[in-house]
């Protein structure tokens, strides 16, 4: 596989992932009872957003391509993180629908990992740790709401 490809892989890996986080955090956001854990919820699905944006860029900037190609091998591939989400929801858990979040965010963690460890052009590699600084960040408060969840 030459390097264009592996960038494209990289990349439609990663947006899918990201859209799949945005829906994640979208209907998290929807489910949760108190306002500043759904505005949390919200603001982690725009960045989710963004994310997926910037990269779809850079993919159409590095490959001439008009999108991320959604045949990739990723394009079909389900964010695992998000699947029981509207079983907790069902639940009426707040803990529950964080707990998926946490899963969501620990699934989105191990993929960057996992891609960062593949031979990228240095600009692409500066971007994806960039979002993957933030992917941590959300991850850790994910957690710590979680936790008060348990606490209460």
Not at 43 to 64: G, H, K, M, N, Y
Request: charged share 25%; with cysteine.
């Amino acid at each position: 596989m030459d390097q264009n490809s592996i960038v494209r892989a990289s990349l439609g890996e990663l947006v899918m992932l990201c859209s799949n986080a945005y829906d994640g955090f979208q209907a998290a956001a929807k489910y949760v009872q108190a306002v500043e854990v759904k505005i949390l919820l919200s603001q982690f699905a725009s960045q989710s957003a963004l994310f997926a944006d910037e990269l779809q860029a850079v993919s159409r900037r590095r490959t001439e391509a008009s999108a991320v190609s959604e045949s990739e091998p990723t394009g079909a591939m389900l964010h695992r993180g998000w699947i029981n989400l509207d079983a907790a929801a069902a639940s009426g858990s707040s803990y529950e629908i964080l707990a998926e979040c946490d899963r969501g965010e620990e699934s989105m963690l191990a993929t960057y990992k996992r891609v960062l460890l593949r031979e990228l052009p240095e600009d692409i590699r500066q971007i994806l740790e960039t979002q993957l600084t933030a992917v941590r960040a959300t991850h850790e408060c994910i957690k710590a709401l979680r936790d008060a969840e348990l606490a209460q």
